[in-house]
Nanobody
Framework: QVQLVESGGGLVQPGGSLRLSCAASGTIFSFYSMGWYRQAPGKQRELVADITSRDDTNYGVSVKGRFTISRDNAKNTVTLQMNSLEPEDTAVYYC?????????WGQGTQVTVSS
């Protein structure tokens, strides 16, 4: 099994920055991709950013240019650097990993952007 531990969420003012981190542990025989999704109240979960084993990245349209995803294979972690945050970024952010054993989700971390 794979477990994901998320950290870095919190309250920030518009225009501010936050850094989310997700650490994976357990048995990972083959890594396909890892990334972040978010879900605001009453809305569907949407892609924020993900990164593949080849370091290919994919960003949601609303965050492209403001957020940057990166990974550290040695530490089994993925980091989401969020800059120029907007109130619309407020949501619960979930880490996801896709492996040969299946898809696993973190429990989520709250990000609130408000003045």
């Amino acid at each position: 099994q794979v477990q994901l531990v998320e950290s870095g969420g919190g309250l920030v003012q518009p225009g501010g920055s936050l850094r989310l981190s997700c650490a994976a542990s357990g048995t990972i025989f083959s890594f396909y991709s890892m990334g972040w999704y978010r879900q605001a109240p009453g809305k569907q979960r949407e892609l924020v950013a993900d990164i593949t084993s080849r370091d290919d990245t994919n960003y949601g349209v609303s965050v492209k240019g403001r957020f940057t995803i990166s990974r550290d294979n040695a530490k089994n972690t993925v980091t989401l650097q969020m800059n120029s945050l907007e109130p619309e970024d407020t949501a619960v952010y979930y880490c996801k990993i896709w492996t040969s054993g299946g898809v696993y989700w973190g429990q989520g971390t709250q990000v609130t952007v408000s003045s």
